[in-house]
């Protein structure tokens, strides 16, 4: 247990020095948030809520997100790249903890950046919610990210390390886009709101949007992230086979 804290702490730590991840996660969502609140206003209704409250919940998924495929595919495509995942089998610490490591620090994180949009929303724009709403919509954006995880797991796998940031930002931006992230999907038009309805991001903070509301998700928003997450992790069992010379 001591050996997976550890590794915990150390992946924490890696994340917060990259610059890279602290703009597109920390500062750009934090700038989307007080740019379109102030260009749209805050009390303006969306789905049923302030759209100040509405647009927090968008972009702490919208940073969450971005945590996990950012973050996560660099530092795994640089450490395949560099055959750090063969130095691990030759140290006293288990593969599985590897992993843990991995995926537990990942949660860290998007809790942390979650956290961060939440405090904007309430001290920056005064955003209203009751504590179950607070710690409900905290809970969900931090494990509802586990599908992307295991997406950031996999292109790390595939691509090499300049590679895997292009495709994962790539990725991560036309997913939020399309899935209403930076501003409501009812605005879109109608195809493209039908393709909305079927990505993880919005699945994702769909919850979100309906903790936010006080009103019940929707429980195909789960299902489809179910889906989305045995594909991914699908894809990074199939990866990590197909890239086993370079892992093993």
Known sequence: ???????????????????????????????????????????????????????????????????????????????????????????PLRPVYYVIGKVAAQLVVSATMVLVLFLAGTFGEGVHLSVAQWVLSWLWLTVGTIPFIALGITIGLIAGMEASGMIATGIYLILSVLGGLWFPT???????????????????????????????????????????????LGLAQWAYRSRREDVA
């Open 1 to 91: 247990m001591n050996k997976a804290m550890t590794q915990v702490q150390w992946e924490i730590v890696r994340q917060f020095r990259n610059r890279r991840f602290f703009i597109f996660t920390v500062l750009l969502p934090l700038f989307y948030y007080f740019l379109f609140v102030k260009i749209e206003g805050g009390n303006m209704r969306v789905a049923g809520t302030a759209w100040k409250s509405y647009f927090m919940m968008s972009m702490a998924a919208f940073s969450a997100v971005g945590a996990a495929l950012n973050g996560l595919s660099y530092r795994i495509a640089f450490e395949r790249t560099q055959g750090w995942m063969t130095l691990v089998r030759t140290t």
């Open 186 to 232: 009812a605005i879109m038009p109608k195809l493209l709101q039908d393709i909305a309805k079927w990505t993880p991001t919005y699945r994702f903070a769909d919850i979100a949007w309906h903790i936010g509301a006080n009103t019940d998700p929707h429980v195909s928003d789960l299902a489809v992230l179910a889906g989305y997450l045995v594909v991914f």
